[in-house]
Structure formats: C-alpha cells, structure tokens
C-alpha cells in the first residue's frame, strides 16, 4: 500500500522558514505528479504547490507564490515544500498528495488518489 509520511512541521513566529517533508514508500515519485495542499481550521483543504513527473514543471497557488519551493529528491523518494516568510494566515495542516495519473488538473482534491496524515503548520504573530 501507498504510504505518504509528511514531517517538518511545528509552532514557529512570523517571519521564520520551515521544511516539510513528504517521504513516499510503494511508488517512485519520479512517476508521478505530486502536490502540497493545507487545510486551515474551519476551511476546506486547498492547493499549495504542485511538481510534475519530470520535476519540469511547477505551479503554486497565487496566494504563496514567491514564499513557497516545492522539489523533490528521487533519490530519497522524497517530495518537500520549503515555506519562507510565515504568516499566521499559513497556519494550517500542510498534506502531500500523489494525482491520480487519469486525472488532468492539479488543484482540485479529488484529482488525487494518495495522501499523507498531513503536518501542523502552526504561526504565531
């Protein structure tokens, strides 16, 4: 079975930087799209980033653009997501997703098929 393990998260102030890290087990990530989401108390889970198969290609949500990295590590089968400049409106739990290779879109969360317990994001002002 597919297996996602997000890990990097914690309390930090505004301003600081963190690394999530998505460790995947049972697939290579080199063969598959794969994304950040985060869902925020109270709000429905949205799309942060999202690497290509090839690595070539990256989009970001307009909201984090500038201030989020997502890459990969094919050696280390291991997706990550460098977050600069926190704010408190990041605060939420952070998923990493594998897309459902029948699918074409990127954003929408019934495009993917696998995903992590997620990791708490949590920012203090």
């Known amino acids: 079975q597919v297996q996602l393990v997000e890990s990097g998260g914690g309390l930090v102030q505004a301003g600081d930087s963190l690394t999530l890290s998505c460790a995947a087990s049972r697939l290579t990530i080199s063969s598959y799209t794969m994304a950040w989401f985060r869902q925020a108390p109270g709000k429905e889970r949205e799309f942060v980033a999202v690497?290509?198969?090839?690595?070539?290609?990256?989009y970001y949500a307009d909201s984090v653009k500038g201030r989020f990295t997502i890459s990969r590590d094919t050696a280390k089968n291991t997706v990550y997501l460098q977050i600069n400049s926190l704010k408190p409106d990041d605060t939420a739990v952070y998923y990493c997703a594998v897309r459902d290779p029948s699918s074409s879109g990127y954003e929408r969360v019934d495009q993917y098929n696998y995903w992590g317990q997620g990791t708490q994001v949590t920012v203090s002002s």
């Open positions: 690497i290509s198969r090839s690595g070539r290609n990256i």
